[in-house]
């Protein structure tokens, strides 16, 4: 029952699955059909580019160590980092989405585990995580083989499965104010796929 206890404790503080038993029954459902390996560039499957289709190399430097610690080995749903920001970089996380979505008229709903979830139209673009102020973001699988061999993330387990894109990629939520132009970057290449009609 230790997993049991553990899980629904995390999902508490992560939205989405119920807290309950049925919720734990979906995760598991989730890891029978998760993808492994989630921080391997290979693990994005078909003839995508690591350079990237909105985003490039020149613009995304590697992430500087230490590497963002995740749990998603023990289980896919939720999927988050275990490192919470300061609360001066949630305050500029929260400025930089407002400022983008202004920028690009996004409209703000909820996605399936965040309140906090931005669309063009139909289509979402990305949603932030409560605690953490991780993301997923829906990004041209190129785009997220570049953040992968960058590390500056990590592919959702579902994505490509279950109607998730197949560049769904959590991204780690920034540090300081460097990283902060680095989301801004990959929001804006989110953004760039939706309205190219490819955000599913």
């Not at 570049?146 to 780690?172: H, I």
């Amino acid at each position: 029952m230790g997993d049991y206890s553990d899980w629904i404790a995390f999902q508490k503080t992560a939205g989405g699955l119920p807290a309950n038993i049925l919720g734990y029954l979906a995760m598991l459902f989730c890891r029978l059909v998760t993808r492994h390996n989630l921080r391997n560039p290979s693990t994005i499957p078909g003839p995508y580019s690591a350079d990237g289709k909105y985003l490039n190399g020149d613009t995304i430097p590697r992430r500087t160590p230490p590497p963002a610690k995740t749990d998603t080995h023990r289980w896919p749903v939720p999927q988050r980092q275990y490192e919470d920001p300061s609360d001066e970089m949630k305050t500029a996380i929260e400025e930089l989405t407002e400022r983008v979505a202004k920028e690009y008229n996004l409209t703000k709903g909820t996605a399936f585990d965040s309140l906090n979830a931005y669309y063009i139209g139909k289509v979402e673009v990305f949603h932030r995580h409560p605690k953490d102020y991780s993301h997923h973001i829906m990004l041209h699988p190129s785009d997220a083989k570049l953040l992968l061999v960058q590390d500056w993330g990590e592919l959702f387990g579902l994505a490509g499965k279950l109607g998730q894109a197949l560049g769904c990629t959590l991204v780690f939520a920034p540090r300081n104010q460097d990283e902060i132009v680095i989301l801004e970057r990959i929001f804006k290449a989110a953004v760039e796929h939706a309205k190219a009609g490819k955000g599913s």
